[in-house]
């Protein structure tokens, strides 16, 4: 009986722990369901609302990911050249900022005054900003 009580007590212990390990891991994750790894979901959201009639170009290198959320958007990899006639009367949502060409940040930076910026759970790198081209 002594064995099989101590062995019910370890087992007890094991389980107890195993359920506070996931209790643990799982708040760990509420930052990120909460804000996301990216935000496109929530920028897309956010253009329906405030800039329905207004076309989009999504930009960066995860320019694709954005088509998800905004079928509709124009993709653009941020390394193509821009010029001021492609970007007048739109939006940008980008991300992976480090991946623009310098000439495409310095022509957003003159003509595109920032929005919005989604922060991410992730790393900084995929934080999502919406940039408005009139």
Not at 49 to 68: I, N, Q, R, T, V
Not at 93 to 113: A, D, M, T
């Amino acid at each position: 009986i002594i064995k099989t009580i101590a062995g019910f007590r370890k087992n007890t212990l094991q389980l107890l722990l195993g359920c506070l390990v996931c209790v643990l891991f799982i708040a760990s994750l509420s930052r990120y369901y909460q804000m996301g790894k990216q935000n496109f979901k929530g920028a897309a959201s956010y253009i329906e609302e405030k800039y329905p009639d207004k076309e989009a170009l999504s930009f960066g290198l995860a320019h694709d990911e954005f088509l998800y959320y905004d079928p509709i958007a124009i993709p653009h990899s941020g390394m193509d050249p821009l010029h001021p006639d492609q970007i007048s009367g739109k939006l940008i949502v980008g991300n992976f900022r480090w991946s623009w060409s310098q000439s495409n940040k310095e022509i957003i930076n003159r003509y595109c005054p920032l929005e919005k910026k989604w922060i991410s759970a992730g790393y900084r790198e995929n934080d999502i900003y919406l940039f408005r081209c009139f």
